[in-house]
């Protein structure tokens, strides 16, 4: 087994996530029904928010041999999240999911003009797209100030 961990300061909480490789040890009928996981790698996150701790638990299988290392496992993991944040938003604040637009070239020009307006808003400093966008309904000139 092959195990690391990191500390880290997130949006005021303490967090630190242990990542555990161990080799794929399933019973013989799972593993006929999983035969190219090598890998089960477990992530303990202990989060320390306001004097409150929490614990959180979850379990990822790969195809990548346990030999690959905790941390090669770690670095991909949050980066998968970063990435699922990012569609967080496009979904939850632009609402991306719920577009009705599905002919030729125009989902992926909305997809670009929305991926433009987070990264507009981000550059000057907005972590809250929501409250970005807000400040920009019927504010041309705030707007263009941003451009």
């Given amino acids: 087994m092959d ?3 990191k500390k880290e300061k997130n949006r005021g909480r ?25 890998s089960i790698i477990e992530v ?11 614990e959180e ?5 790969s195809d990548l041999k346990p030999k ?24 939850k604040i632009f609402l991306e999911d719920d577009w009705k637009v599905r002919s030729k070239n125009a989902p992926a ?4 003009i929305r991926n433009l307006a987070i990264n507009i808003f981000r550059r000057h400093g907005y ?9 920009c309904a019927n504010n041309v000139p705030f707007m263009m100030s941003l451009l």
């Fill in 14 to 38: 303490l967090e630190k996530r242990t990542v555990k490789v161990y080799a794929n040890k399933l019973n013989a009928e799972n593993r006929e029904k999983w035969i190219s996981v090598q």
């Fill in 109 to 112: 020009n909305y997809s670009l």
């Fill in 3 to 5: 195990e690391y961990f």
């Fill in 68 to 91: 690959t290392g905790a941390k090669y496992f770690y670095e991909g993991i949050r980066s998968h999240w970063r990435i699922e944040t990012f569609h967080y938003v496009k979904d």
């Fill in 57 to 61: 638990t979850a379990y990822f299988i």
């Fill in 44 to 54: 303990k996150r202990e989060i320390l928010n306001k004097g409150k701790l929490s």
């Fill in 127 to 135: 972590d809250c797209i929501q409250a970005a966008m807000e400040k």
